[in-house]
């Protein structure tokens, strides 16, 4: 599928094709829910996008396949090169899912958060996995993965570094791709967006284009405990996928009207609330926004419009959230 495809909603229309040329064909087109049984009790209409129904499982796979072509067009990348990136697991099963497609290889580096599943994936599909298991001064392990990445880098020739923290293409992706869905499937405004953070181009790539059709949005960013994007005290922090021990390139501070700090035993009981009541097996950072959206909810006017985004799938967290012997923590 070309850029432009991707550009026009992210898959073909069917009304011209009933077959896709290949699974990168089918990302995008992910629906919008109303969620009015888990939040029936509130004076808001909330909406989710529900990312996670991407072919490999989470909004990331927007982001590999924009920036593989992009990069293919652009010359930055060639056939038969090799693409490097650090990433806690959705980004590296994209980019390990999509690359192959486009006759490409990768290295993904990660760490022991890293959810066993994902790390079966990645072998699964053929990635070169690199572990790093020495915590850096933040007590997280995103800077000893950066330094891993380097030194792939210097090791494979001819090697690119993906760089989702500082990569313009990222919240591009989502400005073209996800946003300019959001705004063809919601009938009327959105008032307020709820988005969790790792890289922050999820929650900007969005907010860019919904201010454009909606200037008066209001933008909440939901952040783990522990992490340190908008300069909060570093702890440890168990769920993937949410907060970052380091603040991303890409971060827009004045962008973003609030945050908000989830705890990791609020997203998983947000996880199991959603489960519960919408049937709805989603990731953690889903459950942090469900547990973010009923803490402001009564700071909003009545009959406020609000929107967020599932990221990724509840599967591979089966053990950190959704096994009963874990109880309320993770």
Sequence with gaps: MSVRTLLAGGSRSLATATTRHSMADTVGDTP???????????????????EFLNPFGSTKDRVARYVIERWLADGKIVKGGHLVESS???????????????????TCVVDPNTCGPNL??????????????????????????????REVLDEVPGSVCVNQYANELCW??????????????????????????????TLLGISRRLRERWPALHTVAVDAKGSVIFGGAPGPRRLPGLGSSRTPELLCREEIDEVRYVQEQDAVSGCRDLLHTEGILAGASSGAVVSAIHAIAGDLPAGSRVLTVFPDRGERYI?????????AEP
Excluded: C
């Design 319 to 327: 053990d950190l959230v959704y096994d009963p012997a874990v109880g």
């Design 32 to 50: 919008v829910v109303e969620l009015d049984r888990l939040f029936h009790d509130l004076p808001v209409t909330v909406f989710a996008k529900l």
């Design 120 to 149: 079966a994936i990645l072998r699964g599909l053929g990635a070169r996995v690199e572990m790093v298991d020495e915590p850096d001064l933040n007590d997280g392990y995103l800077h000893s993965r950066l330094e891993r990445v």
């Design 172 to 201: 591009r992706a989502h400005y073209d791709s996800t946003a300019h869905e959001i705004v063809r499937q919601i009938d009327g405004p959105v008032d307020t967006l709820v988005v969790a953070v790792s890289t922050t181009a």
């Design 88 to 106: 806690s697991g959705n980004f590296a099963i994209a980019l390990a899912a999509l690359a192959p497609l486009y006759d490409l290889t990768v």
